[in-house]
């Protein structure tokens, strides 16, 4: 069963710095644009960044635009997700997702459960 | 950026009522629009895409249409289940790829 595992999630200082991991099981990831969406407390879906397949070229929301990077190794079916010099308002549910792409549409069709980062000194 | 509107943020409604959300994109975005249902605790799940077809094992009183600006989702006759939020996404222009503001679909 096609599978993303999200991990890395806790508490951290204004300032600090976390990296959140998203493994893949059962699909092939390496054929697969990668997105990270966060969702604060009571809030609603944010989009954060984006990966293509091969790593070649990625994308980040203005909010975390020079703080964050999104990397992956598809050797071990990883995404990566540096997050650097944090905000109280990064505190949130971080979700790993498929990008799919079907011809003229495009959506995420898969998730994985979230990992809670916390930004609280 | 493309700002996607919801309307309403919530709703009140019971066990077999038709329900109808509505989502308008600040700009053109053909078909190119996503649903997205979310439970308390639980990540988001896909519903439909490119505007009106539905997801694999998603039940039929689920459907979604409209084009260009203006789409809709409609749930038909309303499980206990179906109790959630709601989310559009557009995937046209991007980044971002930008979520509506959600709409809770709560017990009356």
């Known amino acids: 069963q096609e599978q993303l595992v999200e991990s890395g999630g806790g508490v951290v200082q204004p300032g600090g710095s976390l990296r959140l991991s998203c493994a893949a099981f059962?699909?092939?990831?390496?054929?697969?644009?990668m997105h990270w969406v966060r969702q604060a407390p009571g809030k609603g879906l944010e989009w954060v960044t984006y990966?293509?397949?091969?790593?070649?070229?990625?994308y980040h929301a203005d909010s975390v635009k020079g703080r964050f990077t999104i990397s992956r190794d598809n050797s071990k079916n990883t995404l990566n997700l540096q997050m650097n010099n944090l905000r109280a308002e990064d505190t949130a549910i971080y979700y790993c997702a498929r990008d799919q792409v079907v011809g003229r549409t495009r959506y995420f069709d898969l998730w994985g459960r979230g990992t809670l980062v916390t930004v609280s000194s | 950026d493309i700002q996607m509107t919801q309307s309403p943020s919530f709703v009140s409604a019971s066990v077999g009522d038709r329900v109808t959300i509505t989502c308008r994109a600040s700009q053109d975005i053909s078909t190119w629009l996503a649903w997205y249902q979310q439970k308390p605790g639980k990540a988001p799940n896909l519903l439909i895409y490119a505007a009106s077809t539905l997801q694999s094992g998603v039940p039929s009183r689920f459907s979604g249409s409209g084009s260009g600006t203006d789409f809709t989702l409609t749930i038909s006759s309303l499980q206990p289940e179906d109790f959630a939020t709601y989310y559009c996404?557009?995937?046209?222009?991007?980044?971002?790829?930008?979520f509506g503001q959600g709409t809770k679909v709560e017990v009356k």
């Open positions: 059962e699909l092939t990831f390496r054929n697969y644009g």
């Open positions: 990966v293509r397949y091969d790593g070649s070229n990625s």
């Open positions: 996404q557009q995937a046209n222009f991007f980044p971002p790829w930008a």
